[in-house]
């Protein structure tokens, strides 16, 4: 049998109670040691579920990443989320996502107290130092497994190309995936096409990000607002950190007044320095302005709609291939998420391999995981540990 998203929710081989305690178990690691952002959780999560655990192959993994990127909310949350969900049903659907979550989740509220009391930030500069050049030979590994089944031929190839320049040039990224799929489906279509009407091919795109509001004085803090404020950038956001940072500057800072700039971008950094989702940073600013209950709030309201639209959709993905016209559009937005991915992959190398070290870090990791198949966890601790080396030094 196929390992591909095709399959159903326990068609799997193995008692339902283990093939959950897997999903557990496999995204409670990942929620402590992937580091590094979206593409690299998902370039994580493809190690170990293609590569190692055979869950899903190439394909199916593919179009579960194509599917994430075209709905709003964190990416890598949702793979987790997609994922619990084929391998373990709905009990697998809550409990991957909730275990991707949970670490980060601590690790952020206990540095938000840190931060609250001593008001500044752990410095973590070592651990990124040594952990980003592991990170930056996952994403290149990843990309070269999912690329070679992606780039079908030279209008794949073509595709991917433009979006990676389109990213240099910031064009939005839900633009960059719906015109790549849009492309490649009318492409590989076009003798259907005949006689119908570009107008079928018109798909509403949401805006991202509105208006900026200012106002004069702040409004005193209501945990129902700051829950309804997170359950709305949660269900619209789409893109990296940095539209989440815009989102949170437009409600809590300008719209509302209850941030200050320092407090949103030390928020938006202890996101980017913890394992798992970036989106916890909902947990720090959640604490900052109601304590625990605030940051359990602003965590449930960020992550909700995530559960809930991975949950609906989840019973059309594995029909998706079966229509030519939805499987020419899955073709193009995979290579476009590739492409996306690799802009990323670019302007981090281009932060991370600041010296000689870096650069070491780098080849060594890529020798434990190319040829000696390592885990991807402890070549990550690995890089941590020569950061904290260097940084004591």
Known sequence: MSNSAEQKPGDQIGPASKRLAEVVLLFLKLG???????????????????KRRRWLDERGFLDLLGVTNLIPGPNSTEMAIHIGYLRAGYPGLILGGICFMLPAVLITMALAWVYVRYGAMPEAGWLLYGVKPVIIVIILQALWGLGKKAVKGPLTAIIGLLV????????????????????????????????????ALLIPVVPVSGAGASVASAIPFSSTILFLKFLKIGSVIYGSG???????????????????DKQLIDAVAIGQITPGPV???????????GGVPGSVLAT????????????????????LRKSPWAAGLLDGVNVASLGLMATVTL???????????????????????LRFRLNTTWIIFGGAAVGFIKGMI
């Open 347 to 369: 302007y981090l190398g281009k932060a991370t391999f600041v010296d000689h070290v870096t650069v070491i870090i780098a080849i060594i990791a890529a020798v434990l995981l």
């Open 242 to 260: 940095y539209v989440l940072l815009a989102f949170l500057h437009e409600d809590f800072v300008a719209g509302l007044g209850w941030l200050t």
């Open 279 to 289: 989106f916890t940073t909902a947990t720090f600013i959640g604490y900052i302005l």
């Open 300 to 319: 449930i309201g960020i992550f909700l709609p995530s559960f809930i639209i991975v949950a609906i959709i989840s019973h059309f993905v594995p029909r």
């Open 32 to 50: 402590l040691t992937a580091f590094g952002g979206p593409a690299a959780n998902i370039a994580i999560m493809h190690d170990e579920v293609v």
């Open 164 to 199: 990676i320049a389109g990213g240099f040039f910031d064009i939005n990224q839900l633009v960059l995936l719906l015109a790549g799929g849009l492309i490649v489906m009318a492409i590989e279509n076009r003798q259907g096409l005949k006689g119908k009407g570009l107008y």
